[in-house]
C-alpha cells in the first residue's frame, strides 16, 4: 500500500517546476541530473531540491544525479498526474479563448475537453478544436466526461455565478482568473490566479530598488 503524505504547498508549487525542466530533459534524451544542475537552471538551492525530493523516497544515487524518466515518474505520481484530469473553462473571452489555444501544449491527460459561454453568438464557435457549449450544457457535460477541475474566465461579477454552477455539477478543483473573492465549500479547492495583482506588487519591489539605488547615489 502506498503511504498518502501530506505535502506543503511550498512543494506542491516547486514540484510542477521540477517536472516542466526534467522533461525538456527528456525530450533532449538527458538520461541524469544532479540537484546542482537542476538548481542552477531552476534559480533554486541544490539543498532545497534535495530535501524536497528525498521527501518522496530515495531517488537520488550519490556522484550519479537523479534518473530524470525516473523522476519524472515519481513526480507525476506524486502530484496524481498519472490518472486523467478533466477540465473545463467557462468564459471564452479574450483570456479563455487564449488559455483554449494554450491547451496543445499541456500534456494529454491534463486538458480543456468543454468550453462554455453565456453569449449565443459565441456557442457553437470552435476554438482549437473545442466546441463552445451553452452553458446550459455544464453540469451534464461535467458528469459526462468526468470532469474535476473548472477554470473561470468571465467578468468578476459573473465569477461567483459560474463558480456556484460548477459546485453544483460536482467539480472539486476551480482556477479562478477573475479580480474576485470565491466562496466555496470546503471540499472544494479554489486557486485564484491575479495578473493585476502580481504586477501592483511587481511595481513596489522595483520602486523599492529605485529608491534604494536613489539613497546609494545619495551616500
Ligand atoms: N488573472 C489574470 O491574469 C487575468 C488577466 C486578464 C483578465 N483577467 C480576468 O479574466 C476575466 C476574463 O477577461 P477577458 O478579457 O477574457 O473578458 P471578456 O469580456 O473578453 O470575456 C468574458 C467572457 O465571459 C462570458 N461570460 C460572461 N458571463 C458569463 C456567465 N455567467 N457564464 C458564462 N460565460 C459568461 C462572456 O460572454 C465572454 O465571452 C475577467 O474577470 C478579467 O478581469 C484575468
Same mark, same amino acid.
Request: aromatic share 8%; glycine share 8%.
Given at each position: 500500500m502506498t503511504k498518502q503524505l501530506k505535502i506543503s504547498e511550498?512543494?506542491?508549487?516547486r514540484l510542477p517546476i521540477?517536472?516542466?525542466?526534467?522533461?525538456?530533459?527528456?525530450?533532449?534524451?538527458?538520461q541524469t541530473v544532479s540537484s546542482q544542475d537542476l538548481g542552477e537552471k531552476l534559480d533554486l538551492n541544490p539543498a532545497q531540491i534535495r530535501k524536497?525530493? $528525498?521527501?518522496?523516497?530515495?531517488? /537520488?544515487?550519490?556522484?550519479?544525479?537523479?534518473? *530524470?524518466?525516473?523522476?519524472?515518474?515519481?513526480?507525476?505520481?506524486?502530484?496524481?498526474l498519472d490518472r486523467p484530469l478533466h477540465v473545463a473553462l467557462v468564459g471564452t473571452g479574450n483570456l479563455g479563448r487564449a488559455l483554449c489555444n494554450y491547451n496543445t501544449y499541456l500534456k494529454d491527460n491534463m486538458k480543456i475537453i468543454a468550453v462554455?459561454? $453565456?453569449?449565443?453568438?459565441?456557442? /457553437?464557435?470552435?476554438?482549437?478544436?473545442?466546441? *463552445?457549449?451553452?452553458t446550459s450544457e455544464l453540469k451534464r457535460t461535467v458528469a459526462e466526461r468526468d470532469i474535476s477541475v473548472?477554470?473561470?474566465?468571465?467578468?468578476?461579477?459573473?465569477?461567483q455565478n459560474v463558480a456556484d454552477q460548477f459546485i453544483g455539477a460536482?467539480?472539486?478543483?476551480?482556477?479562478?482568473?477573475?479580480?474576485?473573492?470565491?466562496?466555496?465549500?470546503?471540499?472544494?479547492?479554489?486557486?485564484?490566479?491575479?495578473f493585476t495583482a502580481d504586477l501592483l506588487s511587481l511595481a513596489y519591489y522595483l520602486n523599492s530598488e529605485?529608491?534604494?539605488m536613489a539613497r546609494g547615489t545619495d551616500g
Open positions: 511550498a512543494v506542491v508549487r521540477y517536472l516542466r525542466y526534467l522533461n525538456e530533459l527528456s525530450l533532449s534524451e538527458v524536497d525530493l $528525498a521527501y518522496f523516497g530515495d531517488f /537520488g544515487r550519490k556522484g550519479v544525479g537523479y534518473n *530524470v524518466s525516473y523522476l519524472i515518474e515519481k513526480i507525476r505520481q506524486i502530484l496524481k462554455f459561454d $453565456a453569449d449565443p453568438s459565441k456557442v /457553437g464557435l470552435v476554438i482549437n478544436h473545442l466546441t *463552445v457549449q451553452p473548472g477554470i473561470i474566465t468571465v467578468p468578476a461579477a459573473e465569477a460536482g467539480i472539486r478543483g476551480i482556477l479562478n482568473f477573475a479580480p474576485t473573492v470565491l466562496r466555496a465549500p470546503g471540499h472544494v479547492r479554489i486557486h485564484q490566479t491575479d529605485d529608491e534604494e
